[in-house]
């Protein structure tokens, strides 16, 4: 089931349309399908599940102000974003803050607004927490980021389950919380975990959310701590590539409900508040990057669609943000969709970088300069992601459509 049809015609008129007026490179989000994936993760997580918007994919501040008015909180990483988070409209008690590298400024920040959680990621931190809110006479809300003892099964991106910077390795956790015991102003308040990102495979997700609710179940047995928030993380993801199947959300659904009820899970932590944090596939497939092209040519055989903007806006479209091998996004020429696609081509940005291929033997019409070059599948960490500054070109205007 695909939620979005990406061929459909009307939708790269809008974007043709965009481009009469906007100067390329720039990226373009559709407002309309940011509310059809929030509508649709929604419906597959029960209505004691809060979502929490990961501003790291897309810090747009007319997409961070769709979020909140969707009535989403804020997974923020930094006082940048948390700042943006404000000027956004989420409120203090629905913003968390989380990254393993979080500077005493910006913990001293978090503090003096009272955030609702902050995600303690190391015995120092808390200390350096404790010691701040001392200092500040407020009580920090904090809870620990578990870095669980066995990974996913499989991810797109795994951030738990072996060594890793995020997070305290659950066989520390007796470590954490007899620090915590003597600590007079930092409130515990919960669990966050946080093991992977792009998980299109339901089970997969669910095994993270059993294990969620294991680690859960195990600091209330082991350590008597009350968790007035069990933040679940997420690793919601969208397919990007040929042959990559869709997130079966009904799927996930199921499976939760049936995990919910095995655990008795909202029965052992009443009045507890439940999180999930989503970035990519609240806004990912609602992103199109377009690039124009200047110039076609052929070396040894290959030919190459030279494009005004390239891995300076859009890494991870060159596959430099952590794919093994490149793979093709989902690419059309804008201003030829009805054409049939009988050239095989390979697209490269401006860069001075032999890394800056957008695409590589990919079957597109006949291109020629002038041609609009749309990456689809751009929502998330495309601007977000890349090196703007590489080479110093404009960085590149985005729109919001509806
Ligand atoms: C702590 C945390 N929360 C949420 C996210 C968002 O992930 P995604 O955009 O895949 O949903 C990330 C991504 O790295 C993360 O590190």
Known sequence: MILKDWLKMEDFRKILDVATGVRTPFFVYDASTMRD???????????QFEIFYALKSNPNIRVAQIMSQLGLGADVASSGELELAEIAGFLSEKISFAGPGKTEDELKIAIEKNLSFISIESIQELLLVHSIAQQLNKI??????????????SSGMIMGG??????????????FFRALKHLSHVQFKGLHVFAGSQILN?????????????????I???????????????????????????????????????LLSKYNFFGMFPGTRFFVEAGRYLVGESGYYVTKILYKKVSRGKTFLITDGGM?????????LGQILQKNYHIKILNKIDEPCDEKV??????????????????????????????????????????????SHHEPPEVVIE
Do not use: W
């Open 202 to 218: 339901h089970t997969v997700l669910l095994d993270s959310f059993e294990n969620v609710m294991r680690i859960a179940l195990m």
């Open 312 to 320: 300076n806006h859009h890494l991870a479209a060159t596959g430099n």
């Open 346 to 391: 390979s697209i490269a940005g401006p860069l001075c970088t032999p890394l800056d291929i957008l695409a590589n033997n990919i079957m597109l019409p006949h291109a020629s300069p002038g041609d609009l070059v749309c990456i689809c599948n751009s929502g998330a960490y495309g601007y977000s992601a890349s090196p703007l500054k590489f080479l």
């Open 162 to 175: 072996e060594s890793t910077q995020f997070g305290i390795d659950e066989e520390q956790l007796a470590d």
């Open 220 to 258: 209330k047995d082991s350590y008597g701590a009350k968790l007035d928030i069990i933040n679940f993380g997420g690793g919601f993801g969208i397919p990007y590539f040929k042959n990559e199947k869709v997130l079966d959300i009904h799927a996930f659904s199921a499976g939760l409900k049936d």
């Open 37 to 47: 994936k929030h509508r649709l993760l929604r419906e597959g997580l029960n209505p």
């Open 140 to 153: 920090a809300c904090v809870g620990v980021r578990v870095n669980p003892a066995r990974p996913l099964k």
